[in-house]
């Protein structure tokens, strides 16, 4: 079992940023893409970003320009560096590690609360 700790919400003013870290309990290189996910009250929880094995990257359009996704292999981390934050950002943000075997399910870690308001 492979344990994900985020670290890093917090409230911040619009505008401003947030760096979320996810440390992994394994080799991160293991997973087949690595990831965070958001949830807002009465929302479903959706992609904001994700990290290949192979080191590509994905965005959710409303976060494209703003939010970089980022991994440290040594230290079995991967980091949202959040700019420009909006207050339809604020949700509660969860690490997840996608595995490679077939209808497996990811890992996910307990979530972040990030809050923007003025």
């Known amino acids: 079992q492979v344990q994900l700790v985020e670290s890093g919400g917090g409230l911040v003013q619009p505008g401003g940023s947030l760096r979320l870290s996810c440390a992994a309990s394994?080799?991160?290189?293991?997973?087949?893409?690595m990831g965070w996910s958001r949830q807002a009250p009465g929302k479903q929880r959706e992609l904001v970003a994700e990290?290949?094995?192979?080191?590509?990257?994905n965005y959710a359009d409303s976060v494209k320009g703003r939010f970089t996704i980022s991994r440290d292999i040594a230290k079995n981390t991967v980091t949202l560096q959040m700019n420009s934050l909006k207050p339809e950002d604020t949700a509660v943000y969860y690490c997840?590690?996608?595995?490679?075997?077939?209808?497996?399910?990811?890992?996910w870690g307990q979530g972040t609360q990030v809050t923007v308001s003025s």
């Open positions: 394994g080799s991160i290189i293991s997973f087949k893409a």
């Open positions: 990290i290949t094995s192979g080191g590509s990257t």
């Open positions: 997840y590690a996608d595995r490679y075997a077939l209808g497996s399910q990811p890992f």
